[in-house]
């Protein structure tokens, strides 16, 4: 018997759509991406902003159509996502490069950069039905190897993206995580004025 999930999130003012309703499953039907939707989610993040408008970024795409990226990304992966990642039908691994093209100096926002691609990817993919979750449980230096991924570039995350499937598909260990009500700290703990830790007046809703 499939359990229901609602995993909308209980925000404390209105926010858009696919914010409210993006969340990390691990739980995933075989369904197929089409290739459209998978172009949508990459063109999201292709029109991220970022530090001299440099998209430090590249991504590598796996598909079930294309088993050899496919299983090359599943092999870097650690233990516990192996346990689930491979039911999703996307794996996109996602990398930055350190330095600016222009003058080869550091760029300190480089990660930065390429967080607002893949947020921008994910709440795309949010919006197409789909679901996508990020993972840093993966070996960056496996990646660079089975991939080529050269110098001044690192391989930063890996995302598992397809459609949404049920609990009771995955390890019992698992299936809990995906039901639990989803948390987040107040506004009141991380929204400031005047000094460091006194709440802003937005924080509470009078
Ligand atoms: C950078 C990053 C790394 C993450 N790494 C993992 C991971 O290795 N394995 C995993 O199951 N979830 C991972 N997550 C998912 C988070 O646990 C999840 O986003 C968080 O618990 C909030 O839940 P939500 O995305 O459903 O709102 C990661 C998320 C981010 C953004």
Redesign the pocket.
């Given at each position: 018997m499939s359990q229901q999930t609602n995993?909308t999130?209980n925000t404390s003012y209105p926010v858009m759509n696919a914010v409210a309703k993006?969340?990390?499953?691990?739980a995933f039907t075989e369904r197929d991406v089409s290739k459209q939707d998978v172009g949508s989610i990459l063109e999201a993040a292709r029109w991220a902003a970022s530090c001299f408008n440099e998209q430090p970024w590249a991504f590598i795409v796996g598909t079930k159509d294309d088993p050899e990226t496919y299983d090359r990304i599943m092999s870097t992966m650690?233990e516990?996502?192996q346990a689930?990642a491979g039911n999703a039908p996307v794996l996109i691994l996602a990398a930055a490069k350190a330095t600016f093209a222009l003058d080869g100096r550091d760029n300190a926002h480089a990660v930065y950069d390429l967080?607002q691609a893949?947020s921008a990817l994910a709440l795309q993919a949010t919006e197409l039905g789909l679901a996508a979750?990020?993972?840093?449980?993966?070996d960056p230096d496996k990646a660079r190897d089975v991939f080529g991924i050269p110098e001044g570039w690192s391989a930063?995350?890996v995302t598992a993206v397809g459609y949404e499937g049920s609990p009771d598909t995955l390890p019992e260990s698992l299936q809990a995580a995906e039901t639990t009500p989803?948390e987040r700290k107040p506004l009141s703990e991380f929204v400031f004025r005047g000094t460091w830790g006194t709440p802003a007046a937005v924080t509470s809703k009078a």
């Open positions: 995993r999130a993006r969340w990390s499953p691990r650690g516990f996502n689930w967080g893949v979750h990020q993972m840093a449980g993966f930063v995350t989803r």
